[in-house]
């Protein structure tokens, strides 16, 4: 069991180590170029390994940790679907059925793991113990994801409006939390909340930014022009 546990930390720093580096080269370079597709790839590929070492750690006899869990559980939600949406926009047009039960598993799995955080948030309260804010504003982040996703299927957004800000603030958030596990490792004070929860407010500030930049929003006309 212990072999075990250190070839997935292993993984789990490998995999948060690949996903800080190709993240931040994603987000600087321009947008839809190689450089940005490869690093953005890769920035996958290591948070995916990062979030499913988690929840397995988590879950390890004398490794149990509630919190690791479902963190793991909401940065793997984001990563997953950031990505999907992309290929969900790129086969839209050729694919009259374009979601799957993968897209329906992905939308009940983040419903869970906001609904697990939230909880976590409620019981920490209650206790008196200040952490708690920190899965109750993970909770409510994941449980907004899980709205947008229910719109989509609905149908009360398009693929075309919704996946560039939908991959914009997924793909960030999992850079964001991929920034915050840096700093809670190797950053120690005494309101150790903080540090959960300052890269979140400055990430917003790039989410902002990008989302201004790259999807600015459009009045009325113009969308009902689109739709036509």
Known sequence: MQQLFNILIILHVAGGTLGLICGTVAAAVIKGKKAHILNGKLFSIGMITAAVSALVISN??????????????????????????????????????????????????????????LYMS??????????????GVFGLICLNFARMDYQLFMGKETIKQFWITSHI????????????????????????????????????FLIRRFLKKFAPKKNAKAIQKIQA
């Open 60 to 117: 390890l006899p004398t490794h149990e940790n509630l919190f690791l869990f479902a963190v793991g559980g909401f940065t793997f939600y984001m990563v997953t679907t950031g990505y999907r949406i992309v290929w969900l926009k790129r086969n839209n047009a050729v694919r009259p059925k374009v979601f799957t039960a993968l897209d329906y598993a992905l939308f009940a799995f983040g419903v869970c793991f906001s609904a697990f955080l």
């Open 122 to 135: 409620v019981k920490g309260a209650v206790d008196g113990n200040m952490f708690s804010l920190v899965p």
């Open 169 to 204: 603030t997924r793909m960030m958030g999992a850079l964001i939390a991929s920034c915050t596990a840096f700093l809670v490792v190797n950053v120690q004070i005494d309101m150790q909340w903080i540090l959960w929860l300052l890269p979140s407010a400055l990430g917003g």
